[in-house]
């Protein structure tokens, strides 16, 4: 694990460690990645930050590369759960990031996942879902999806299947990163900020 880079927020006394992962696009360290980093560690949290393979490479590189296939996603993320020996341990994730951790959920000991903006379908695709494990998952999970994302609206969602164990939050006129639109009368920080506290509140739930 020496090989891989991370950025760590919050270390030293915390309440829980929470393993973040980018999405699709965007690498550990863009705005939205810093935003719920540093603020997580201001509630008590360590956060660690790491990139994929893929998204490693376009940083060495400088050249874009699309994501690897879940065949390398999987035991790559995997194996960085299975090195925290910190617990409780959280996996959680932005888009791609929030779906490669659900579907690791149940294979490392975790007290629960989070994802930001969960990938139901591709764009433009609502007939190719990848919700077929969320309906048998045993972990606790936690789903912030905003109302326009187009990976997954509200009345597209309401037809799937989702186990007990997952709670699903619609974020107010967000998108598929949880920012509202000026007219909506609410804000960027708002959303952000609500998203925080349910993060929080389910944390400290499960982790009792």
């Given at each position: 694990m020496t090989s891989i880079p991370f950025l760590v927020d919050g270390a030293g006394n915390t309440n829980s460690t929470i393993i973040f992962a980018h999405g699709a696009g965007a690498p550990m360290d863009s705005p939205f990645m810093d935003f719920y980093s540093q603020n997580l560690a201001l509630s008590g949290h360590q956060v660690v930050r790491f990139e994929f393979p893929?998204?490693?490479?376009?940083?060495?590189?400088?050249?874009?590369?699309?994501?690897?296939?879940?065949?390398?996603?999987?035991?790559?993320?995997?194996?960085?759960?299975?090195?925290?020996?910190?617990?409780?341990l959280f996996l959680a994730g932005k888009s791609l990031g929030g779906r490669v951790a659900s579907l690791i959920a149940d294979q490392v000991n975790i007290a629960g996942f989070i994802c930001l903006g969960?990938?139901?379908?591709?764009?433009?695709?609502?007939?190719?879902?990848?919700?077929?494990?969320?309906?048998?998952?045993?972990?606790?999970?936690?789903?912030?999806?905003?109302?326009?994302?187009?990976?997954?609206?509200?009345?597209?969602?309401?037809?799937?299947?989702?186990?007990?164990?997952?709670?699903?939050?619609?974020?107010?006129?967000?998108?598929?990163?949880?920012?509202p639109r000026k007219r909506s009368g609410r804000t960027k920080t708002q959303n952000w900020e609500e998203c925080l506290q349910r993060i929080d509140s389910f944390i400290e739930e499960k982790s009792q």
């Open positions: 893929y998204m490693a490479e376009r940083r060495s590189s400088g050249k874009k590369r699309p994501p690897d296939k879940m065949e390398k996603l999987l035991p790559f993320f995997q194996q960085i759960a299975d090195s925290q020996k910190h617990r409780p969960y990938p139901f379908h591709p764009v433009g695709k609502p007939e190719k879902t990848r919700t077929d494990h969320l309906a048998t998952l045993k972990t606790p999970g936690l789903i912030l999806q905003g109302t326009r994302d187009p990976f997954g609206t509200p009345d597209e969602v309401a037809g799937y299947h989702f186990s007990q164990t997952i709670k699903l939050h619609w974020v107010e006129d967000g998108d598929h990163d949880l920012v």
